[in-house]
């Protein structure tokens, strides 16, 4: 067990090889996961273990990489503990984020706590990029572990791959966007001399990240004509092959 803890917290990413072989074993460049593999994979089950012996870092890079893939690597083992099923919602009555509870570090964590008590207040909008709630309508799951040296990078990416996939679609003179963008509108900022003449001030912020990651002309030039901004129905089917 030294031996394992050792590896677990040597690493950059916070993570054993374990977590990245599954990531890259058992999710394709989609983000798409093959479920029935990583149910399984023999290396799943040492997850858990690991992050119960794990040091929970202090340093404000190390965090969001150890806990956006705490979050990712919890969430994989919920579904492949329960698979098959068609949804995460089918989990202990659609509240599994509240109800579940994980031993990290020596301390008892839900997912909603990782998500809302600790990620959120870090104060870093790109990590609404980067966790997954095992659903289509969730970004795109990323086939490697977040690492502590390239993680601003690696949001940035995972922003651009966001907003570039499923984060935005443009249909009847509107343009309508992930509910994430909605549910936690408070978190996406706009500079202050950022103004959209043509939008309610609260969803400024919205406005302003879909701008800034945006490779699709056709959205920035909706946004400058002032289309009307809509949210798009969540699809919570598991997002699987």
Same mark, same amino acid.
């Given at each position: 067990?030294?031996?394992?803890? +050792?590896?677990?917290?040597?690493?950059?990413?916070?993570?054993?090889?374990?977590?990245?072989?599954?990531?890259?074993?058992?999710?394709?460049?989609?983000? %798409?996961?093959?479920?029935?593999?990583?149910?399984?994979?023999?290396?799943?089950?040492?997850? *858990?273990?690991?992050?119960?012996?794990?040091?929970?870092?202090?340093?404000?890079?190390?965090?969001?990489?150890?806990?956006?893939?705490?979050?990712?690597?919890?969430?994989?083992?919920?579904?492949?503990?329960?698979? *098959?099923?068609?949804?995460?919602?089918?989990?202990?009555?659609?509240?599994?984020?509240? +109800?579940?509870?994980?031993?990290?570090?020596?301390?008892?964590?839900?997912?909603?706590?990782?998500?809302?008590?600790?990620?959120? *207040?870090?104060?870093?909008?790109?990590?609404?990029?980067?966790?997954? %709630?095992?659903?289509?309508? %969730?970004?795109?799951?990323?086939?490697?572990?977040?690492?502590?040296?390239?993680?601003?990078?690696?949001?940035?990416?995972?922003?651009?791959?966001?907003?570039? +996939?499923?984060?935005?679609?443009?249909?009847?003179?509107?343009?309508?966007?992930?509910?994430?963008?909605?549910?936690?509108?408070?978190?996406?900022?706009?500079?202050?001399? +950022?103004?959209?003449?043509?939008?309610?001030?609260?969803?400024?912020?919205?406005?302003?990240?879909?701008?800034?990651?945006?490779?699709?002309?056709?959205?920035?030039?909706?946004?400058?004509?002032?289309?009307?901004?809509?949210?798009?129905?969540?699809?919570?089917?598991?997002?699987?092959?």
């Amino acid at each position: 067990m030294l031996i394992l803890v +050792t590896l677990f917290l040597n690493l950059a990413h916070g993570f054993s090889d374990n977590y990245n072989a599954l990531l890259k074993q058992h999710v394709d460049v989609d983000g %798409c996961v093959n479920y029935v593999a990583l149910k399984q994979d023999q290396k799943r089950s040492k997850i *858990p273990l690991e992050l119960e012996q794990a040091t929970v870092p202090t340093e404000l890079n190390a965090q969001l990489a150890f806990w956006i893939n705490a979050y990712n690597a919890l969430t994989l083992e919920l579904i492949a503990q329960a698979y *098959p099923l068609k949804s995460i919602m089918d989990l202990e009555g659609g509240k599994v984020w509240s +109800t579940r509870q994980f031993n990290i570090g020596g301390q008892m964590r839900t997912l909603d706590e990782i998500e809302h008590q600790i990620l959120r *207040p870090l104060n870093d909008s790109r990590i609404h990029a980067a966790i997954n %709630c095992a659903s289509k309508g %969730c970004p795109p799951l990323w086939n490697q572990a977040f690492t502590a040296e390239q993680i601003h990078t690696e949001l940035d990416q995972a922003m651009v791959r966001w907003v570039g +996939t499923n984060a935005v679609k443009l249909d009847d003179g509107q343009i309508s966007v992930s509910n994430i963008f909605f549910w936690f509108k408070g978190d996406f900022k706009a500079p202050s001399a +950022t103004v959209y003449p043509n939008y309610p001030k609260e969803h400024w912020g919205i406005l302003h990240t879909l701008e800034h990651y945006s490779q699709q002309e056709p959205v920035l030039a909706a946004i400058q004509r002032g289309l009307p901004l809509k949210s798009l129905p969540y699809d919570w089917s598991l997002n699987e092959h």
